[in-house]
């Protein structure tokens, strides 16, 4: 590690990080702030992007964040993700690129290595509600919603909106609403 990658993350998990959320008073200088020390640790930085309090990535190597795009208040993102461009995303969402092994039952699951990493991938203009939880692999497409505290396990499609434990389709946003 380069040693100004390592006082960008020093200055980002010891003091950006802790910063106001950008909904306060403060907004603009401490979006700023935390802005301008994340384009260095990302993989790739689109502009006008916004990392809001709180925001864990590890040291964010393997994340490439598009264009007017955010990490939400006390996210948590694990692996190798990939936002698109105008991604929306709550309080709390928790990305997981990896899970424990368990198959081997000779073995303590604590001793047992970890699955292959599986990206997830989410596409441009996708909102992703407070608490939701995204699952190795998964893949939401351009226009999606999904619902505040889903477990998404498997592939979201352009347009979708999803929502529960796990994550079902409950329409397409282009499609006809029923009448109530």
């Known amino acids: 590690m380069s040693p100004g990658r390592a006082v960008r993350l020093l200055?980002?998990?010891?003091?950006?990080?802790?910063?106001?959320?950008?909904?306060?008073?403060l907004t603009g200088w401490t979006a700023r702030v935390r802005r301008a020390v994340c384009q260095g640790l990302f993989q790739t930085c689109?502009?006008?992007v916004n990392i809001e309090h709180g925001a864990y990535f590890g040291d964010g190597s393997l994340?490439?964040?598009?264009?007017?795009?955010?990490l939400g208040v006390d996210c948590q993102i694990y692996g190798r993700v990939t936002l698109g461009r105008d991604v929306m995303m709550g309080p709390e969402v928790i990305m997981i690129t990896r899970n424990h092994g368990v198959d081997r039952t000779d073995h303590p699951m604590r001793l047992q290595p970890d699955a292959d990493e599986r990206p997830i991938v989410i596409g441009d203009d996708v909102w992703i509600g407070t608490r939701a939880i995204l699952l190795p692999g998964v893949t939401v497409g351009d226009g999606a919603v999904v619902a505040?505290?889903?477990?998404?396990?498997?592939?979201?499609?352009?347009?979708?909106?999803?929502?529960?434990n796990p994550a079902r389709l409950i329409r397409y946003r282009d499609a006809p609403r029923a009448p109530r």
């Open 11 to 25: 200055l980002y998990y010891l003091v950006a990080r802790h910063l106001p959320a950008s909904n306060t008073r």
């Open 148 to 164: 505040a505290g889903s477990v998404v396990t498997h592939p979201v499609p352009a347009r979708a909106i999803v929502g529960g």
């Open 63 to 70: 994340i490439d964040i598009g264009d007017d795009s955010g």
């Open 46 to 48: 689109g502009d006008r």
